[in-house]
């Protein structure tokens, strides 16, 4: 076995998360997640119980269930931005936060668009659509970072070229440094 193996280098797809907590891609997923968070909790809690309270008993219901699945939708965010914010400030590893646990669940449901038959009002709308594309967005990292990723040196395209130009260099019965 090579000395750049998974048992001689930390695994590669750590090092993909390891870099991308780092990244400003990270930082500004992160404002963004945060942001709608907050704009939402604001809006549930004020404005939307306004516009909740004039709806019919359908738009009600059609407005609760489209609420509960916009929390849930940005918990599930959020909670995905808050472990790679940990691997960032090394309150957890990149292996800690390799773990399937951590993983952002895809759900069809984050996909299907706000039935446009219920009488839910446009500013709660808008935020689920929102909330959806940045759902969407997460999950892609989530698959490149976890999915994607090599889980081996061997498959990491620098460490392959360096196998290769040792198994080129070394000579039969050289024992390994």
Request: charged share 25%; hydrophobic share 40%.
């Amino acid at each position: 076995m090579s000395e750049f193996g998974p048992e001689a280098v930390a695994p590669v797809r750590a090092n993909v998360v390891q870099d991308f907590a780092s990244s400003e891609l990270f930082a500004r997923t992160f404002h963004d997640g945060m942001e709608l968070v907050e704009e939402v909790a604001a809006y549930l809690d004020g404005p939307g119980r306004q516009d909740s309270k004039l709806l019919s008993r359908q738009g009600a219901l059609a407005y609760a269930a489209e609420s509960m699945r916009l929390t849930t939708r940005l918990m599930q965010v959020a909670s995905w931005l808050l472990v790679q914010r940990a691997v960032r400030e090394g309150d957890m590893t990149a292996d800690e936060a390799c773990q399937p646990r951590y993983r952002i669940p895809e759900s069809g449901e984050a996909k299907a668009p706000v039935d446009p038959s219920a009488d839910i009002p446009a500013q709660l709308t808008a935020l689920a659509e929102r909330s959806k594309r940045l759902h969407e967005r997460v999950l892609h990292l989530d698959h490149r970072m976890y999915l994607e990723a090599p889980t081996e040196a061997a498959d990491h395209p620098v460490l392959l070229q360096m196998d290769r130009l040792r198994a080129a260099f070394d000579t039969p019965g050289d024992a390994a440094a």
